[in-house]
């Protein structure tokens, strides 16, 4: 009985198979879209973009290859392209790629990248500075940001009626509600990472020599420990939370009435029904980091064309209002202006409702430079713990 | 065997040796010293003092089960096996939501007027962790030293009680003495699980000063990349684990001579 079930399921395989690729069409190729970043990135490629794309290019196949979260995701992702540089093969493997910023100095270093940017008809749209610019670097023409994410405060409006709006009156803010503001530390997700690189840029006022011209001074760290010393004593007000997602999970449950976030997590959990709906959002001044995640087309590309229609079809102003903005709740990598007609009013109102568009581009500041970053982490462990 | 064991632990051993730049010394040490010797002795307390309450909790309920075997003892056992067989993640994640400052326990105390939740129990540290890992290691020590302690036969038992000897002495003379290796092993086992958990610590101290040294490795490897510290770290659990793992070889030489 066993056995015949298995000659039957084995039999339904083959003949499914001979069907799968026995249509007899013209061969189609095949594009390879390789992405850094956390499942959510691979479920965007392979159930949105890649489907989304076959359709209005049925002769294309799209294959999704996922590297993993982080800029360790970003980093296999250089491995890859490195190797195939090193031996010298022409054409390579990968179409289109989505790395971190980091990535982009990494590669443009070692010459992997193709200039395709400014021959892109979504070009036009493209007004973010971080396409000009990655931590330092002139990045202009090889990459278009897909989408932009924030970290900005979140905060309960019923229990703080004035939020503080720049790093010295939440300074005040604690003091004055000890157990109240809460944040992850710098071990349990980027939100609190972030919350720490805006301690930074407000205590030294250095934010564009750490992050957008350079160059990394030794010197430097050595002063942050008054800074350094001063987030010891405001952490023993506040509450450390378990995660990016503690954070918000601690500000539904009411124990704590703010604490940084990601934007689109907000807005995700807020549509879940996971976030009490009355919470909002402010970036205090100077700002807080955001970070875009780029679209790159190899040098060695077997179909840069091709490639180049993908990233069109993603950076147009539908897509991106459609995929980007509702379904993933990210601020879009093109200009939000250009979407104006393509999302619902109501959900242009709610995601630039607390962060403005005037608020992305003044106070949506990017993370420090490679250096400088590793250096106040360690600096963190070193005098704030 | 060896290269997909011993390889592997000796280049992390080797590579523990070996700085950012290449060069090869105490760099990593240091730095582990620097930064990380709080969390070096928080993690062996909390590992030693989740040893021992696993240990005592589990001979104290396979002593029960062993002398009382009934319907409501039979329950508890087969009820008390779920916990290993949820992972570690799942784990975390229920106590995340269980011991939160308005999570279910926080907030079932203060219905019946135990705690008042604007100052709620806050068990994010040592405690929470404890009793993460008591729920998830005291069934695991148990399922080993029950085990045992069903091999030993009833006549001891009864030869003890008929010659006077009390509950208590009954366990302490003779069923523990009599079931020694089984409680060494799970002690063993329990250890070295808790030095190397890292979801559990992570998903309830993760930010935390001070925290685990797997959180510590996780941090060092993610944002740094920096192998060289994140073994010297590894080293360091190793050398924790080995103290149990000599106390074992010890204890097992012994027996054989």
């Known amino acids: ?385 | 065997m060896l290269l997909m064991y011993a390889w592997p632990f000796i280049a992390s051993v080797a590579r523990s040796f070996v700085d950012q730049d290449g060069r090869f010394g105490f760099g990593n040490y240091a730095k582990t010293g620097q930064l990380y010797l709080k969390d070096l002795a928080f993690t062996f307390s909390v590992t030693l003092f989740n040893t021992v309450a696993a240990a005592a909790g589990a001979i104290l309920l396979a002593v029960y089960f062993r002398l009382r075997q009934n319907a409501v003892s039979r329950l508890m056992a087969s009820l008390l096996k779920l916990p290993i067989f949820i992972p570690f993640v799942v784990v975390a994640q229920m106590m995340n939501s269980f011991l939160a400052p308005h999570g279910l326990l926080n907030t079932a105390l203060a219905q019946i007027g135990l705690i008042d939740l604007e100052r709620p129990l806050q068990l994010f540290n040592f405690a929470g962790l404890s009793f993460g890992f008591s729920w998830k290691q005291i069934p695991f020590a148990l399922l080993i030293i029950h085990g045992g302690f069903q091999m030993i036969d009833n006549s001891y038992i009864e030869a003890a009680r008929s010659a006077g000897a009390s509950l208590a002495k009954v366990v302490w003379r003779i069923l523990i003495p009599m079931n020694k290796s089984s409680i060494l092993v799970a002690v063993v086992l329990v250890y070295s699980s808790i030095v190397g958990t890292f979801t559990l610590p992570y998903m309830l101290i993760g930010g935390k000063v001070p925290t685990t040294i797997t959180v510590d490795i996780a941090h060092r490897v993610g944002y740094f990349r920096d192998f060289g510290v994140a073994n010297a770290l590894g080293v360091c659990s190793y050398v924790l684990v080995l103290v149990t793992a000599a106390y074992y070889l010890r204890t097992k030489l012994r027996e054989a001579r």
Not at chain 1, 99 to 117: G, P, R
Not at chain 1, 184 to 203: H, L, P
Not at chain 1, 230 to 242: G, M, Q, W, Y
Not at chain 1, 307 to 314: D, P, T, W
């Open chain 1, 1 to 385: 009985m066993r056995n015949r079930v298995l000659v039957l399921l084995l039999a339904t395989c083959l003949v499914m198979g001979v069907f799968a690729t026995g249509k007899g069409e013209a061969p189609k190729t095949r594009l390879i879209y390789m992405t850094a970043g956390d499942v959510n990135m691979l479920a965007l490629g392979q159930n949105v973009l890649g489907p989304g794309f076959q359709e209005k290019f049925p002769n294309v196949i799209v294959t999704t290859i996922h590297t993993g979260p982080g800029n360790a995701g970003s980093q296999m992702i250089l491995e890859k392209l490195q190797a195939e540089q090193a031996a010298g093969k022409k054409t390579g493997d990968v179409d289109v790629a989505m790395v971190h910023e980091i990535f982009m100095n990494w590669a443009l270093q070692k010459d992997l990248l193709l200039s395709y940017a400014k021959q892109a008809e979504t070009w036009k749209y493209v007004t973010s500075p971080f396409a000009k610019m990655s931590l330092g670097v002139n990045i202009e023409g090889y990459g278009i940001p897909m989408f932009h994410s924030q970290t900005a405060l979140a905060y309960n409006p019923d229990q703080v009626k004035n939020p503080p709006k720049s790093y010295a009156e939440l300074k005040e803010w604690v003091k004055q509600n000890p157990g109240k503001f809460g944040y992850n530390g710098i071990k349990g997700g980027a939100s609190g990472v972030s919350f720490v690189m805006g301690w930074v840029y407000a205590a030294t006022g250095k934010y564009q020599k750490y992050a957008i011209t350079g160059p990394f001074d030794k010197a430097e760290v050595a002063s942050w420990e008054p800074a350094f010393k001063e987030l010891k004593e405001f952490n023993k007000n506040v509450v450390i939370t378990a995660g990016n997602v503690g954070t918000l999970d601690g500000l539904n449950r009411g124990e704590i009435w703010m604490g940084p976030v990601w934007v689109d997590m907000f807005f995700t959990f807020m549509n879940e029904g996971k976030l009490n709906p009355k919470t909002r959002m402010i970036v205090p001044d100077p700002g807080m980091p955001g970070q875009p995640m780029y679209f790159v087309i190899p040098k060695n590309a077997p179909n840069p064309e091709l490639a180049r229609k993908f990233i069109e079809y993603v950076t147009s102003p539908a897509v991106q209002a459609r995929d980007i903005v509702i379904k993933f709740n990210w601020y879009p990598g093109i200009d939000g202006s250009f979407l104006k007609g393509a999302i619902p009013q109501e959900t242009y109102d709610k995601i630039y409702r607390d962060v403005t568009p005037q608020d992305l581009s003044k106070k949506g500041l990017s993370f420090p430079l490679a250096d400088y970053y590793s250096a106040v982490l360690e600096s963190y462990e070193k005098w704030a713990q």
